[in-house]
Every structure is written in structure tokens, then in C-alpha cells.
């Protein structure tokens, strides 16, 4: 059995309507789990088909779905400024639901593990940490754009830099 974006389509749509905050589906193809936040549902973990499986059902068949992680901040720029990317693509959005305020702003003092934005890959929510202790001196990614995989989405200026 192979899972496609359709398949996790599905589950989502049940799962919405549903109590349930957490769900894990483990075969010998697959290990999906998701959990409900405040921002929808993320993805945690997902594993691939063994290579013999893939082999027979064909490449393309077996979808990728990008793990939820903090984006990984370049090597420190100019001037002790770090770069965040997005480790993936897909809608960047800049608070947990329309109309509520943005996880950051300008001038914001952002720990590692502080939540700046939400990738919706796949109608999936994978929240994105600054990666580096310091304040936001600029956001590059407006609310609701599309982005690529390693797109700069804001710049923090480390902190003692």
C-alpha cells in the first residue's frame, strides 16, 4: 500500500470532524503521525517505503512528505545577522489563523525553539522555529505567499553579536 497527498487528504478531512488530537497509522509502507495544534494539523514523522517496495511500485508512486523542523539558519552573515529559511515549500503564514496576530514581528526577541511561521505543505501545518536566539530586524515573506525550499523568510541579528 502506497499513502498519497489524496490518502492524507482523507484523514485530515475525518480527523476534522472528529475529538481525536493525535493520530498514528504504522504499516509496512508507511509511519504517519499527525497532531492537531492551534494551527491545524502537523505532520511529525513519516517514513518512506523499504527500498524494495519502492523498486516495485515505482518512485514515483511513494510521495515525500517534509518532517515538521526548525528551519536551519545559515552560517551568520554580516554583522552577526542570520539568515532563516524555510526547509521547505509551500504557503508561508505568519499567525496560527487568519485574523490573529503574527507569531513575530520586527523588533521581536526570538528564542531557538520560538515559533515565526507555518508552512502549509500539502494541506499539512509544519510550524517553523527561528533556529537562533536573537530579534527579528526583518521579515521577507509576506502573509499567505507561496515559497520555495530554502527561501530566506526573515532575518534575526544573534544575540552578543
Given amino acids: 500500500m502506497i499513502l498519497t497527498s489524496d490518502d492524507v487528504d482523507d484523514i485530515i478531512r475525518i480527523l476534522d470532524s472528529s475529538f481525536y488530537d493525535e493520530l498514528r497509522i504504522k504499516t509496512d509502507t508507511f509511519d504517519l503521525y499527525l497532531r492537531r495544534s492551534p494551527a491545524g494539523w502537523t505532520q511529525e514523522t513519516h517514513t518512506l517505503s523499504p527500498p524494495h517496495m519502492i523498486g516495485e511500485a515505482g518512485a514515483e508512486a511513494a510521495p515525500t512528505i517534509a ?5 536551519e539558519p545559515v552560517e551568520a552573515e554580516i554583522d552577526g545577522v542570520t539568515a532563516v529559511r524555510t526547509p521547505m515549500g509551500g504557503a508561508f503564514y505568519r499567525a496560527p489563523k487568519p485574523g ?51 527561501q530566506v523568510l526573515m532575518r534575526i541579528r544573534r544575540s552578543g553579536a
Fill in 67 to 71: 518532517a515538521a523542523k526548525a528551519a
Fill in 100 to 150: 490573529a496576530p503574527p507569531f513575530v514581528e520586527v523588533g521581536d526577541e526570538v528564542g531557538e525553539h520560538t515559533v515565526i511561521g507555518i508552512i502549509e505543505t500539502m494541506k499539512l501545518m509544519n510550524s517553523i522555529s527561528a533556529g537562533v536566539v536573537g530579534t527579528v530586524i526583518e521579515i521577507r515573506v509576506p502573509d499567505g505567499r507561496l515559497v520555495e525550499a530554502e
